[in-house]
């Protein structure tokens, strides 16, 4: 006795559908073999598989032509987002690195003023902090790039 068996497809990467067909066959006096066929079919993508838009199209002619538009907007606006993201990314590294500059650049600049004013052991304290940061910046910078590589 045939039967079908649907089950809807889920992020667990099930299949979209499953087909199962179990019957007798009878081979020879009163004996029958069973036999059991299975069919599995999945599609992953942004568009439904070939069948089923050719299905969508005999409901409502213009219905395939909705569903592509839809996907090429996704599209375009998943596009969008991307390049909003780099930009944003490329903004903020630029941006640090700028102000580590000046971060560094200035505290030279006190580091050497406290010099020349008499305050060694100040300008040592900080010209070792200000390097010391920012060469341990810099260190786990490309500790932490490496590692999401």
């Known amino acids: 006795m045939p039967s079908n068996l649907e089950h809807p497809a889920d992020k667990t990467k ?13 081979v020879g006096q ?15 993508g942004p568009l439904p598989a070939a069948s089923e838009l050719a299905a969508y199209d005999k409901i409502k002619p213009d219905l395939v032509e909705r569903i592509l538009c839809m996907a090429e907007a996704n ?4 596009r969008k987002q991307a390049e909003k993201e780099q930009k944003n990314f490329f ?3 630029i941006t640090g690195r700028v102000l580590g500059f000046l971060f560094a650049l200035s505290s030279l600049a006190i580091t050497a003023w406290l ?30 790039k ?4």
């Not at 004996?31 to 999945?42: C, P, R």
């Not at 008499?118 to 810099?138: N, P, R, S, Y």
């Not at 490496?146 to 590589?149: F, I, R, S």
Request: proline share 1%.
């Open 30 to 44: 009163n004996a029958t073999h069973s036999i059991t066929q299975l069919a599995f079919q999945s599609h992953i």
């Open 115 to 144: 010099a020349l004013e008499g305050h060694d052991k100040v300008a040592l304290a900080i010209g070792v902090a200000a390097v010391g940061g920012t060469v341990a910046a810099l260190i786990t910078g490309h500790i932490n």
């Open 91 to 93: 903004i903020l590294n």
């Open 146 to 149: 490496a590692n999401t590589k």
């Open 14 to 26: 099930q299949p979209d559908s499953v087909r199962a067909q179990i019957g007798g066959v009878n």
């Open 75 to 78: 599209a375009e606006s998943e």
